[in-house]
Protein backbone atom coordinates (compact mmCIF):
# COMPACT_ATOMS: atom_id res chain seq x y z
CA UNK A 1 0.00 0.00 0.00
CA UNK A 2 2.87 2.43 1.16
CA UNK A 3 4.55 1.59 -1.74
CA UNK A 4 1.57 1.95 -4.29
CA UNK A 5 0.85 5.17 -2.83
CA UNK A 6 4.59 6.61 -3.10
CA UNK A 7 4.53 5.73 -6.59
CA UNK A 8 0.88 7.73 -6.91
CA UNK A 9 2.85 10.71 -5.36
CA UNK A 10 5.85 10.47 -7.54
CA UNK A 11 3.98 9.98 -10.81
CA UNK A 12 1.83 13.08 -10.06
CA UNK A 13 4.94 15.19 -9.27
CA UNK A 14 6.45 13.79 -12.57
CA UNK A 15 3.19 15.00 -14.04
CA UNK A 16 3.43 18.34 -13.07
CA UNK A 17 7.08 19.01 -13.67
CA UNK A 18 5.84 17.50 -17.29
CA UNK A 19 2.61 19.95 -17.55
CA UNK A 20 5.19 23.00 -15.76
CA UNK A 21 7.63 22.25 -18.71
CA UNK A 22 5.31 22.39 -21.27
CA UNK A 23 3.85 25.57 -19.73
CA UNK A 24 7.43 27.06 -19.49
CA UNK A 25 7.89 26.05 -23.40
CA UNK A 26 4.41 27.65 -24.60
CA UNK A 27 5.71 30.39 -22.68
CA UNK A 28 8.99 30.83 -24.24
CA UNK A 29 7.39 30.39 -27.90
CA UNK A 30 4.94 33.42 -26.61
CA UNK A 31 7.88 35.22 -25.84
CA UNK A 32 9.56 34.85 -29.38
CA UNK A 33 6.48 35.82 -30.91
CA UNK A 34 6.18 38.95 -29.03
CA UNK A 35 9.67 39.67 -29.40
CA UNK A 36 9.08 39.36 -33.52
CA UNK A 37 6.44 41.53 -33.11
CA UNK A 38 8.67 43.86 -31.37
CA UNK A 39 11.30 43.82 -34.00
CA UNK A 40 13.58 44.18 -30.83
CA UNK A 41 16.36 41.99 -33.56
CA UNK A 42 16.02 45.16 -35.89
CA UNK A 43 17.80 46.96 -33.13
CA UNK A 44 19.97 45.00 -31.44
CA UNK A 45 21.94 43.26 -33.68
CA UNK A 46 24.39 44.39 -35.79
CA UNK A 47 24.73 43.59 -39.38
CA UNK A 48 27.21 40.45 -39.50
CA UNK A 49 26.67 39.86 -35.81
CA UNK A 50 25.20 37.22 -33.72
CA UNK A 51 21.35 38.01 -32.83
CA UNK A 52 20.34 40.11 -29.81
CA UNK A 53 23.84 40.79 -29.04
CA UNK A 54 24.47 44.55 -30.09
CA UNK A 55 26.37 46.58 -31.51
CA UNK A 56 24.11 48.46 -34.05
CA UNK A 57 24.86 51.90 -34.74
CA UNK A 58 22.02 54.12 -34.90
CA UNK A 59 22.26 58.28 -36.19
CA UNK A 60 20.81 60.45 -33.95
CA UNK A 61 20.28 64.39 -33.57
CA UNK A 62 22.73 63.99 -30.14
CA UNK A 63 24.97 61.60 -32.01
CA UNK A 64 25.68 57.96 -32.47
CA UNK A 65 24.30 55.43 -30.02
CA UNK A 66 25.13 51.44 -30.30
CA UNK A 67 22.45 49.28 -28.86
CA UNK A 68 23.35 46.99 -26.51
CA UNK A 69 23.45 43.34 -25.96
CA UNK A 70 20.07 41.88 -24.56
CA UNK A 71 21.31 38.32 -24.75
CA UNK A 72 21.14 36.13 -21.00
CA UNK A 73 25.14 36.19 -21.26
CA UNK A 74 25.82 37.49 -17.25
CA UNK A 75 28.61 39.39 -18.17
CA UNK A 76 27.81 41.61 -20.83
CA UNK A 77 24.10 41.16 -21.17
CA UNK A 78 20.82 40.83 -19.32
CA UNK A 79 21.74 37.09 -17.30
CA UNK A 80 21.01 39.15 -14.28
CA UNK A 81 18.33 41.03 -14.41
CA UNK A 82 15.10 39.72 -12.57
CA UNK A 83 11.66 40.06 -14.15
CA UNK A 84 11.70 43.73 -12.27
CA UNK A 85 14.65 45.04 -13.96
CA UNK A 86 13.74 43.32 -17.17
CA UNK A 87 10.32 45.21 -17.02
CA UNK A 88 11.58 48.57 -15.56
CA UNK A 89 14.26 48.71 -19.12
CA UNK A 90 11.55 47.69 -20.98
CA UNK A 91 8.67 49.89 -20.07
CA UNK A 92 10.30 52.46 -18.47
CA UNK A 93 13.82 53.45 -19.64
CA UNK A 94 15.45 52.51 -16.82
CA UNK A 95 18.49 49.92 -16.69
CA UNK A 96 19.65 48.03 -13.63
CA UNK A 97 22.33 49.47 -12.29
CA UNK A 98 19.43 52.89 -12.04
CA UNK A 99 20.74 54.78 -15.73
CA UNK A 100 18.28 56.03 -18.27
CA UNK A 101 18.34 54.55 -21.37
CA UNK A 102 18.85 56.81 -24.66
CA UNK A 103 15.68 57.46 -25.88
CA UNK A 104 16.32 55.39 -28.66
CA UNK A 105 14.78 52.85 -26.73
CA UNK A 106 10.79 53.16 -27.46
CA UNK A 107 10.22 52.82 -23.66
CA UNK A 108 7.07 54.97 -23.66
CA UNK A 109 5.53 52.74 -25.90
CA UNK A 110 6.54 49.61 -25.00
CA UNK A 111 5.21 50.41 -21.52
CA UNK A 112 1.56 49.80 -22.82
CA UNK A 113 2.59 46.32 -23.07
CA UNK A 114 0.73 43.63 -20.51
CA UNK A 115 2.21 41.95 -17.50
CA UNK A 116 1.56 38.82 -19.51
CA UNK A 117 3.29 39.55 -22.46
CA UNK A 118 6.14 41.02 -20.51
CA UNK A 119 6.54 37.88 -18.87
CA UNK A 120 6.66 35.86 -21.95
CA UNK A 121 9.09 38.31 -23.41
CA UNK A 122 11.19 37.54 -20.43
CA UNK A 123 11.15 33.96 -20.33
CA UNK A 124 12.07 34.48 -24.36
CA UNK A 125 15.13 36.49 -23.65
CA UNK A 126 16.46 34.31 -20.40
CA UNK A 127 15.99 31.03 -21.98
CA UNK A 128 14.58 30.82 -25.55
CA UNK A 129 17.82 33.17 -26.27
CA UNK A 130 21.42 31.75 -26.80
CA UNK A 131 23.99 33.72 -24.33
CA UNK A 132 26.27 36.16 -26.16
CA UNK A 133 29.66 37.42 -24.46
CA UNK A 134 30.14 40.83 -26.37
CA UNK A 135 30.49 43.81 -24.46
CA UNK A 136 28.34 47.28 -25.32
CA UNK A 137 30.53 49.89 -27.58
CA UNK A 138 30.56 53.50 -25.69
CA UNK A 139 27.79 55.75 -27.64
CA UNK A 140 29.91 58.24 -29.49
CA UNK A 141 27.89 61.39 -27.78
CA UNK A 142 29.80 64.41 -27.16
CA UNK A 143 29.83 66.56 -23.32
CA UNK A 144 27.53 67.02 -21.79
CA UNK A 145 24.81 65.04 -23.54
CA UNK A 146 26.69 62.39 -22.84
CA UNK A 147 26.00 62.50 -19.38
CA UNK A 148 23.10 60.07 -18.16
CA UNK A 149 21.62 61.96 -15.04
CA UNK A 150 19.90 64.73 -17.14
CA UNK A 151 18.09 62.12 -18.84
CA UNK A 152 15.77 61.38 -15.72
CA UNK A 153 14.74 64.79 -15.47
CA UNK A 154 13.84 64.38 -19.51
CA UNK A 155 11.98 60.77 -18.89
CA UNK A 156 9.86 62.86 -16.05
CA UNK A 157 9.21 65.17 -18.76
CA UNK A 158 8.54 63.41 -21.27
CA UNK A 159 8.23 60.30 -21.02
CA UNK A 160 4.85 60.21 -19.19
CA UNK A 161 4.00 57.25 -16.94
CA UNK A 162 1.68 55.21 -19.32
CA UNK A 163 0.11 51.85 -17.76
CA UNK A 164 -0.65 49.02 -19.36
CA UNK A 165 -2.92 48.98 -22.48
CA UNK A 166 -6.71 48.69 -21.66
CA UNK A 167 -9.35 48.18 -24.37
CA UNK A 168 -12.04 50.74 -24.43
CA UNK A 169 -15.80 49.64 -22.83
CA UNK A 170 -17.21 49.27 -26.28
CA UNK A 171 -14.09 48.94 -28.48
CA UNK A 172 -14.29 46.27 -31.37
CA UNK A 173 -12.07 43.44 -29.65
CA UNK A 174 -10.44 43.08 -33.54
CA UNK A 175 -9.69 47.40 -33.49
CA UNK A 176 -8.43 46.79 -30.01
CA UNK A 177 -5.83 44.30 -30.35
CA UNK A 178 -4.42 46.61 -33.55
CA UNK A 179 -4.38 49.38 -31.20
CA UNK A 180 -2.26 47.55 -29.04
CA UNK A 181 -0.13 46.36 -31.43
CA UNK A 182 0.36 49.81 -32.92
CA UNK A 183 0.87 51.62 -29.77
CA UNK A 184 2.60 49.04 -27.73
CA UNK A 185 5.29 46.29 -29.31
CA UNK A 186 4.91 47.26 -33.09
CA UNK A 187 6.28 50.92 -31.34
CA UNK A 188 5.28 52.29 -34.96
CA UNK A 189 4.96 55.68 -33.21
CA UNK A 190 8.89 56.07 -32.88
CA UNK A 191 9.40 56.25 -36.49
CA UNK A 192 6.25 57.55 -38.12
CA UNK A 193 5.27 60.36 -35.00
CA UNK A 194 6.79 63.94 -35.55
CA UNK A 195 8.93 64.68 -33.09
CA UNK A 196 9.35 67.81 -30.86
CA UNK A 197 12.90 69.67 -30.95
CA UNK A 198 12.95 67.74 -27.74
CA UNK A 199 13.67 64.78 -29.21
CA UNK A 200 10.03 63.31 -27.80
CA UNK A 201 7.22 61.97 -29.88
CA UNK A 202 4.56 64.81 -30.62
CA UNK A 203 1.27 62.36 -29.55
CA UNK A 204 1.80 58.53 -28.10
CA UNK A 205 -1.81 57.30 -29.42
CA UNK A 206 -4.16 58.76 -31.16
CA UNK A 207 -6.15 60.21 -28.32
CA UNK A 208 -3.39 62.50 -27.94
CA UNK A 209 -4.01 64.35 -31.49
CA UNK A 210 -3.72 63.64 -35.09
CA UNK A 211 0.16 64.25 -34.93
CA UNK A 212 -0.12 60.61 -34.31
CA UNK A 213 1.55 58.62 -37.27
CA UNK A 214 1.63 61.89 -39.47
CA UNK A 215 5.29 60.52 -40.79
CA UNK A 216 8.58 61.72 -39.57
CA UNK A 217 9.19 65.30 -39.46
CA UNK A 218 13.14 64.58 -39.86
CA UNK A 219 15.32 62.31 -41.63
CA UNK A 220 16.86 59.24 -39.86
CA UNK A 221 19.70 57.58 -41.60
CA UNK A 222 18.60 59.28 -44.56
CA UNK A 223 14.76 58.39 -44.87
CA UNK A 224 11.52 60.05 -43.94
CA UNK A 225 8.52 57.46 -42.41
CA UNK A 226 5.71 58.26 -44.30
CA UNK A 227 2.52 59.19 -43.24
CA UNK A 228 0.43 56.15 -41.91
CA UNK A 229 -2.87 58.66 -41.17
CA UNK A 230 -5.89 58.80 -43.87
CA UNK A 231 -4.81 61.72 -45.75
CA UNK A 232 -5.91 61.50 -49.56
CA UNK A 233 -2.67 62.15 -50.80
CA UNK A 234 0.47 62.01 -48.56
CA UNK A 235 -1.39 58.97 -46.24
CA UNK A 236 -3.12 55.65 -46.99
CA UNK A 237 -6.51 57.87 -47.92
CA UNK A 238 -6.95 55.37 -50.79
CA UNK A 239 -5.95 52.23 -49.56
CA UNK A 240 -8.43 49.65 -48.36
CA UNK A 241 -7.50 47.46 -45.40
CA UNK A 242 -6.64 44.25 -47.92
CA UNK A 243 -4.02 46.67 -49.68
CA UNK A 244 -2.80 47.26 -46.18
CA UNK A 245 -3.00 43.99 -45.03
CA UNK A 246 -0.74 43.04 -47.99
CA UNK A 247 2.14 45.50 -47.07
CA UNK A 248 2.15 44.93 -44.24
CA UNK A 249 2.79 41.13 -44.60
CA UNK A 250 4.87 41.64 -48.30
CA UNK A 251 6.14 45.20 -48.08
CA UNK A 252 4.78 45.32 -51.30
CA UNK A 253 1.14 46.30 -52.83
CA UNK A 254 -0.65 48.13 -55.86
CA UNK A 255 0.32 51.17 -54.77
CA UNK A 256 3.89 51.19 -53.60
CA UNK A 257 6.81 48.67 -52.19
CA UNK A 258 8.46 49.15 -48.71
CA UNK A 259 11.83 51.24 -48.87
CA UNK A 260 14.41 52.02 -46.23
CA UNK A 261 14.59 50.50 -42.60
CA UNK A 262 10.99 49.47 -43.20
CA UNK A 263 12.23 46.61 -45.44
CA UNK A 264 13.93 45.40 -42.15
CA UNK A 265 10.64 45.62 -40.34
CA UNK A 266 8.93 43.14 -42.56
CA UNK A 267 12.21 40.64 -42.94
CA UNK A 268 12.05 40.08 -39.40
CA UNK A 269 8.94 41.62 -37.67
CA UNK A 270 6.07 41.72 -40.05
CA UNK A 271 6.30 38.57 -42.09
CA UNK A 272 5.80 36.14 -39.38
CA UNK A 273 2.53 37.62 -37.51
CA UNK A 274 -0.52 35.78 -37.67
CA UNK A 275 -3.02 36.79 -40.25
CA UNK A 276 -5.33 37.60 -36.92
CA UNK A 277 -2.90 40.48 -36.06
CA UNK A 278 -2.18 41.65 -39.93
CA UNK A 279 -5.73 42.12 -39.72
CA UNK A 280 -6.39 43.91 -36.80
CA UNK A 281 -3.09 46.48 -37.30
CA UNK A 282 -4.43 47.06 -40.81
CA UNK A 283 -8.41 47.98 -39.17
CA UNK A 284 -6.44 49.66 -36.84
CA UNK A 285 -4.47 52.15 -39.30
CA UNK A 286 -7.37 52.58 -41.17
CA UNK A 287 -9.71 53.68 -38.47
CA UNK A 288 -7.24 56.65 -38.15
CA UNK A 289 -9.17 59.73 -39.68
CA UNK A 290 -6.90 62.09 -41.92
CA UNK A 291 -4.23 64.80 -40.40
CA UNK A 292 -5.41 67.27 -42.85
CA UNK A 293 -8.98 66.78 -44.19
CA UNK A 294 -8.51 69.12 -46.96
CA UNK A 295 -6.14 67.34 -49.15
CA UNK A 296 -7.25 66.82 -52.28
CA UNK A 297 -8.00 63.15 -53.50
CA UNK A 298 -5.41 62.34 -56.02
CA UNK A 299 -6.95 62.64 -59.69
CA UNK A 300 -4.74 61.07 -62.69
CA UNK A 301 -3.21 62.83 -65.53
CA UNK A 302 -2.27 61.33 -68.44
CA UNK A 303 -0.88 64.02 -70.46
CA UNK A 304 2.68 63.58 -69.33
CA UNK A 305 2.44 59.90 -70.28
CA UNK A 306 1.19 60.93 -73.87
CA UNK A 307 3.47 63.54 -74.31
CA UNK A 308 6.73 60.55 -73.35
CA UNK A 309 4.74 57.75 -75.50
CA UNK A 310 4.85 60.29 -78.59
CA UNK A 311 9.05 61.04 -78.01
CA UNK A 312 8.35 64.51 -76.17
CA UNK A 313 10.83 64.57 -73.50
CA UNK A 314 11.81 68.14 -73.57
CA UNK A 315 10.78 68.53 -69.93
CA UNK A 316 13.47 68.73 -67.55
CA UNK A 317 14.25 64.70 -66.10
CA UNK A 318 11.67 63.66 -68.80
CA UNK A 319 14.88 62.34 -70.71
CA UNK A 320 16.39 61.02 -67.25
CA UNK A 321 13.41 59.49 -66.65
CA UNK A 322 13.15 57.61 -69.95
CA UNK A 323 16.93 56.09 -69.86
CA UNK A 324 17.02 55.51 -66.28
CA UNK A 325 13.27 54.68 -65.04
CA UNK A 326 10.58 54.12 -67.78
CA UNK A 327 11.86 50.39 -68.23
CA UNK A 328 10.55 49.34 -64.39
CA UNK A 329 7.84 51.81 -63.70
CA UNK A 330 6.54 52.65 -67.59
CA UNK A 331 6.50 56.21 -69.06
CA UNK A 332 3.04 56.59 -67.15
CA UNK A 333 4.56 55.83 -63.97
CA UNK A 334 2.33 52.45 -63.00
CA UNK A 335 4.71 50.44 -62.82
CA UNK A 336 4.18 46.86 -62.91
CA UNK A 337 1.60 45.69 -59.63
CA UNK A 338 3.33 44.46 -56.82
CA UNK A 339 6.98 44.32 -58.12
CA UNK A 340 7.85 47.69 -59.38
CA UNK A 341 6.04 50.05 -57.88
CA UNK A 342 3.72 52.62 -59.57
CA UNK A 343 5.39 56.43 -59.06
CA UNK A 344 1.95 57.85 -60.47
CA UNK A 345 -0.40 58.16 -57.30
CA UNK A 346 1.97 56.68 -54.53
CA UNK A 347 2.15 58.71 -51.30
CA UNK A 348 5.91 58.30 -50.70
CA UNK A 349 6.67 60.70 -53.87
CA UNK A 350 3.59 63.52 -52.99
CA UNK A 351 4.98 63.63 -49.45
CA UNK A 352 6.50 67.36 -48.66
CA UNK A 353 9.73 65.95 -47.96
CA UNK A 354 11.44 64.42 -50.81
CA UNK A 355 14.30 62.89 -48.52
CA UNK A 356 13.79 59.41 -48.96
CA UNK A 357 12.83 59.81 -53.29
CA UNK A 358 16.69 61.41 -53.62
CA UNK A 359 17.75 58.69 -51.73
CA UNK A 360 16.61 55.88 -53.44
CA UNK A 361 17.64 57.55 -56.67
CA UNK A 362 21.04 58.05 -55.06
CA UNK A 363 21.93 54.20 -53.66
CA UNK A 364 18.52 52.17 -54.70
CA UNK A 365 17.68 49.50 -52.22
CA UNK A 366 16.54 45.77 -52.21
CA UNK A 367 13.40 44.83 -50.28
CA UNK A 368 14.06 40.90 -49.77
CA UNK A 369 11.74 37.70 -50.45
CA UNK A 370 9.79 37.02 -48.13
CA UNK A 371 7.00 34.68 -47.07
CA UNK A 372 4.57 34.31 -49.55
CA UNK A 373 6.57 36.71 -51.90
CA UNK A 374 9.62 35.14 -52.08
CA UNK A 375 11.12 36.64 -55.18
CA UNK A 376 13.14 39.97 -53.75
CA UNK A 377 12.20 43.66 -55.48
CA UNK A 378 15.82 45.64 -56.30
CA UNK A 379 16.30 49.57 -57.33
CA UNK A 380 19.31 49.69 -58.59
CA UNK A 381 21.47 52.99 -57.94
CA UNK A 382 21.68 55.63 -60.13
CA UNK A 383 24.28 58.23 -58.30
CA UNK A 384 27.37 56.56 -59.59
CA UNK A 385 26.27 58.10 -63.38
CA UNK A 386 23.81 60.92 -62.16
CA UNK A 387 25.27 64.21 -61.32
CA UNK A 388 23.59 66.53 -58.84
CA UNK A 389 21.38 68.38 -61.30
CA UNK A 390 20.11 64.73 -63.05
CA UNK A 391 19.44 63.85 -59.91
CA UNK A 392 17.11 66.63 -58.74
CA UNK A 393 15.64 66.87 -62.51
CA UNK A 394 14.26 63.59 -62.35
CA UNK A 395 12.65 63.72 -59.21
CA UNK A 396 11.45 66.82 -60.11
CA UNK A 397 9.75 65.25 -63.17
CA UNK A 398 8.75 62.44 -61.34
CA UNK A 399 6.90 64.54 -58.57
CA UNK A 400 5.39 66.53 -60.80
CA UNK A 401 3.98 64.02 -63.04
CA UNK A 402 0.96 61.90 -64.24
CA UNK A 403 -1.19 63.96 -60.99
CA UNK A 404 1.28 63.79 -59.18
CA UNK A 405 1.19 67.69 -59.20
CA UNK A 406 4.42 68.51 -56.18
CA UNK A 407 5.44 72.00 -56.82
CA UNK A 408 8.41 72.39 -53.90
CA UNK A 409 11.26 72.03 -55.96
CA UNK A 410 14.02 70.09 -55.17
CA UNK A 411 17.64 71.50 -56.56
CA UNK A 412 21.52 70.12 -56.74
CA UNK A 413 22.20 71.75 -53.31
CA UNK A 414 19.48 69.22 -51.76
CA UNK A 415 21.02 66.25 -53.47
CA UNK A 416 24.78 67.53 -52.84
CA UNK A 417 23.67 67.35 -49.13
CA UNK A 418 22.36 63.89 -48.50
CA UNK A 419 25.53 62.50 -50.69
CA UNK A 420 27.40 64.08 -47.44
CA UNK A 421 25.46 62.03 -45.22
CA UNK A 422 27.47 59.47 -44.24
CA UNK A 423 24.19 57.74 -43.13
CA UNK A 424 23.19 57.44 -46.96
CA UNK A 425 25.20 54.44 -48.44
CA UNK A 426 25.61 52.50 -51.67
CA UNK A 427 23.42 49.58 -52.15
CA UNK A 428 25.71 46.68 -51.64
CA UNK A 429 27.51 45.61 -54.76
CA UNK A 430 26.41 49.12 -56.47
CA UNK A 431 29.01 51.89 -57.52
CA UNK A 432 30.28 54.58 -54.99
CA UNK A 433 27.52 57.33 -55.45
CA UNK A 434 30.24 60.06 -54.42
CA UNK A 435 32.10 59.40 -58.04
CA UNK A 436 30.26 62.13 -59.74
CA UNK A 437 29.67 64.53 -56.51
CA UNK A 438 30.14 68.00 -57.53
CA UNK A 439 29.88 68.04 -60.95
Known sequence: MIKSLAALVLGTMAFAALADDTASDALVRRGEYLARAGDCVACHSSAGGKPFAGGLAMATPIGTIYSTNITPD???????????????????????NGDTLYPAMPYPSYAVVSDEDMKALYAYFMHGVQPVSQANKESDIPWPLSMRWPLAIWRGLFAPDVKAFQPGAQEDAQLARGRYLVEGLGHCGACHTPRSFTMQEKA??????????????????????????????DGLGRWSETDLQQFLRYGR????????????????SLQYLSDEDISAIAKYLKSLGARDASQAVFTPDDAVAKALWQGDDHQPGASVYV?????????????????????????????DDPTSLI??????????????????ITMPAFGWRLNDSQVADVVNFIRGSWGNGVKTRVTAQDVAKLRQDESVQPHQGSADIRVLEGQ
Not at 260 to 267: A, P, Q
Not at 341 to 348: F, H, I, K, T
Open 74 to 96: KATGIGDYSYDDFQKAVRHGVAK
Open 204 to 233: LNNGEGSDYLSGSNAPVDGWTASNLRGDNR
Open 253 to 268: NDHTAAFGGMTDVVEH
Open 359 to 376: HIVLVGGTLPGVQGAPTA
Open 323 to 351: DSCAACHKTDGSGYQRFYPALRGNPVVMA
